[in-house]
């Protein structure tokens, strides 16, 4: 996480900034505010902005979870400010080299982020409270509030050219952090195994607040019987998930799948799960049982 905010930092202050072009979500909110008031204080907006989302997340996701996202800003935030003490010398150049070289880099150091099991980008939060309440993806959400973002920029300082420069970086940093997180997509399936899996399944749903559902399995070669656990996630809650698994049986054996769609009827998404408590009854709808 450290890691990855160096680097996101080190593209913004050095690519991004002396160019006029900004990122999306909070972190562009930041930058244009920086633009108008002064770019040492960028940490500061950095963090201002960041703090409705982060409520909001302590709200829905959890409290691990808020307390990486906090991680994740401050050291980002840290890293903004000392960056000029570090590197004086800016990037000017070519606009297509600043927009490749510096979407790259960012969208590495955003990726690591991300991998990490956090973010830095306030939209991200506000993505998956959406995508459980409304069924739209977090991607949806967070593409509407960067146009939003992008749009803002041209209007505050009448010149459309680094918005439209700023949103062709942002097609950079996006195929470059998913390149980073290698697969880890807005939602995923998991199955667990594990002789310990109701004292697991019970963690999941109480220290998570995940639904899930436990179907019985048969041992190939031993011919045991054994539970399955069946969970859906959200990409920035896997590590979490992950931890919490094994903190319990460092032999489970755990399954990752990408989805590319959840729905149950007319609700889709992992909300829909959580009202009924588990998807149970959308597994005895798929297996006829």
């Known amino acids: 996480?450290?890691?990855?905010?160096?680097?996101?930092?080190?593209?913004?202050?050095?690519?991004?900034?002396?160019n006029n072009l900004i990122d999306g979500g909070t972190v562009g909110l930041a930058m244009i505010a920086a633009r108008a008031f002064g770019s040492n204080l960028l940490p500061l907006f950095?963090?201002?902005?960041?703090?409705?989302?982060?409520?909001?997340?302590?709200?829905?996701?959890?409290?691990?979870?808020?307390?990486?996202?906090?991680?994740?800003?401050?050291?980002?935030?840290?890293?903004?400010?000392?960056?000029?003490?570090?590197?004086?010398?800016?990037?000017?150049?070519?606009?297509?080299?600043?927009v490749v070289i510096g979407g790259a880099?960012?969208?590495?150091?955003?990726?690591?982020?991300?991998?990490?099991?956090?973010c830095v980008d306030g939209t991200e939060i506000l993505g998956i409270i959406i995508n459980r309440k409304q069924g739209f993806t977090v991607g949806q959400t967070v593409f509407f509030c960067n146009i939003l973002v992008f749009g803002t920029a041209g209007l505050v300082f009448q010149d459309w050219h680094?918005?439209?420069?700023?949103?062709?970086?942002?097609?950079?940093?996006?195929?470059?952090?998913?390149?980073?997180?290698?697969?880890?997509?807005?939602?995923k399936s998991v199955l667990v195994i594990s002789s310990k899996y109701d004292e697991i399944a019970k963690a999941v749903m109480h220290e998570m607040g995940l639904g899930l559902t436990i179907m019985y399995g048969r041992g190939g070669f031993s011919g045991a019987s054994t539970e399955i656990l069946y969970i859906i996630i959200e990409r920035l809650q896997l590590a979490d998930l992950k931890n919490l698994i094994y903190g319990?049986?460092?032999?489970?054996?755990?399954?990752?799948?990408?989805l590319h769609e959840v729905s149950a009827g007319k609700q889709s998404g992992p909300?829909?799960?959580?009202?009924?408590?588990?998807?149970?009854?959308?597994?005895?709808?798929?297996?006829?049982?």
Not at 248 to 258: G, S
Not at 271 to 289: E, Q
């Open 1 to 18: 996480m450290f890691l990855g905010s160096f680097i996101a930092a080190f593209a913004i202050k050095v690519f991004f900034l002396p």
């Open 46 to 98: 950095l963090l201002l902005f960041n703090i409705p989302f982060i409520y909001l997340a302590y709200r829905h996701l959890g409290r691990s979870f808020v307390i990486q996202i906090i991680t994740a800003v401050l050291s980002f935030a840290f890293f903004l400010f000392i960056m000029p003490h570090i590197i004086a010398t800016p990037f000017v150049g070519d606009y297509l080299e600043v």
């Open 105 to 118: 880099i960012l969208g590495v150091g955003l990726g690591i982020i991300i991998r990490g099991g956090s």
């Open 162 to 187: 680094p918005p439209l420069l700023s949103l062709i970086a942002y097609i950079v940093v996006v195929k470059i952090m998913d390149t980073v997180i290698v697969g880890l997509d807005e939602t």
């Open 248 to 258: 319990i049986d460092h032999d489970a054996f755990i399954a990752i799948e990408n």
């Open 271 to 289: 909300m829909a799960f959580r009202k009924k408590g588990s998807i149970h009854t959308l597994a005895k709808k798929v297996l006829g049982k």
